[in-house]
């Protein structure tokens, strides 16, 4: 079922699904647009300053080295990404503690504050570009956070639609091919970023009449209202639901409690002392699965930050500088990511897969949705390592499968991660789960700033070994599905035992 409520309940929740879809699609990620962005700072000037003529040849031939100038735009990009995500912890907190329409307002604040920024920058005022794309960064995650819980409206269909929306999230970026495209034809850098500064009008209509003040919980009440409406809005406490459906759970003898109350350990698999109870914060964070999933996340996010941000030195030396080329390709790439959107959902349609059919005997829906996440985490992980091999080839043809790869990686990467933590964890600590991991998996892609000024330094431009050390990298992400696998078959055979000692119970007490 689709929606549910009555007629003027469900429409809302589909507007609520539509604009949200329009607002992450348009809005929320465009800074990963990155390359097409590039292109039109290096025409305006940006950073010129670190651009030197050296003189080669026996002709004393003067070439102009702007090797300082890709390092700076890297460099930008590095922290953007870096704060992109790390923020996203105290903004998980602000949205689990003060709920959904102060984090909107942030959000709004502070995306608007980073658009005028680029809007008034200037060649003389390059440095705007380290705050102003921050703020748009975390800005756009912000509205990406408040909108995950949408799909909790749409019980069957809520992986499909959060992997949806971090589909989009991911095409989003192709708005700033657009503005590159609008450039080329006469419209300036200043004019495109005034207009996605006025637009934020349409985020605070959207946070006043198609959002809730606090949280969208799940699963989802009966006439759950939201928004500013003529009729009594209904007041819902997220937690105290959890609870309600932990506790129901375990009191109608569904499976091991374990499963139901408390983040799944694959270590253990003992039940809680206290059935009654949501898992606390630490409990999660001291889990197995964080663990592991963290590591999933941070070497895979990493191989992409560093392919966007190095994209336009990559693709200049393997066109041997040719300006037009260059162009071809970064268009192809930023017309890939409008794919993203496209790509997402069969991730979420493939962790949904199991809905509708009936459970084992003795299994839990958290457990079924476990048990469906496993494929879906090794296919990402899967393709990320595909997508490694084609970047490390130095052929320029080949990256165009390189592009289609990465943008079905990225697809599943965000979806995936943000389905699995609603799934493995209590929806009460969402928010600072995801804010959690999103932040430490920053950590990690700080690296990205040194493997390029590796490349630049001793290797001499070449980035053959840094992409080859990347791709083995890689390879510890397959840890994090398996270890699933093996953890929901532990608790397929426990039931199995224990149904099998009750038989016998049973049998011994007929005789």
Known sequence: M???GGGGVG?????????????????????????????VLKTDGYFTDLCVNLTTGPNSTVETDCSGQDEQFSLVFTVTSFMNNFLTLPNGFIFDRFGTM?????????????????????????????????????????????????????????????TLYNGAFDSSSAVFL?????????????????????????HLLRTFFLMPNTHIPYPLPEGFTYGVSPGKSNSYNVEEIEKTRETGMTSEGEGPAETDDMPLQPDDGQQSEDSGKVASFRSCVQSWFFLWHLVWLSVMQLRHYLFIGTLNPMLN????????????????????QLCGVLCAPWNGLIMDRHKGKPLAPGETDKEADLRSSSLSLFLTSLQCLLFSICASSPL??????TFILQVLNRSFLYGGNAAFISIAFPGVHFGKLYGLVMSLSAV??????????????ALGGDPFYVNIALTLLTLLAFIHPINIFYHCRKLTNQREDMAGGADITLAEAKM
């Open 178 to 202: 657009i503005i590159k495209v609008m450039y080329e034809g006469g419209v300036s850098l200043r004019s495109s970023f005034l207009i996605l500064s006025v637009c934020s009008v349409i």
């Open 102 to 162: 102060a984090t909107r307002l942030l959000g709004i604040c502070l995306y608007t504050t980073g658009t005028l920024m680029v809007a008034f920058s200037s060649s003389a005022l390059s440095m705007l570009l380290f705050p102003a794309l921050s703020f748009i960064a975390v800005g756009g995650i912000l509205f990406l956070i408040t909108n995950i819980q949408v799909g909790n409206l749409f019980g069957s269909h809520r992986s499909t639609i959060i």
């Open 317 to 336: 030396r393997l066109a041997d500088n040719n300006s037009a080329l260059v162009s071809q390709y970064t268009n192809a790439f930023a017309f890939t």
């Open 444 to 457: 990690v892609s700080l690296l990205q700033y040194p493997c390029f000024a590796l490349v630049k330094g």
């Open 11 to 39: 429409l809302r929740y589909r507007l609520t699904l539509a604009t949200g879809l329009v607002e992450c699609l348009c809005f929320a990620g465009v800074v990963f647009g990155w390359a097409s962005l590039v292109f």
């Open 396 to 401: 320029l043809p080949l990256q165009y499968l």
């Open 2 to 4: 689709l929606g549910c």
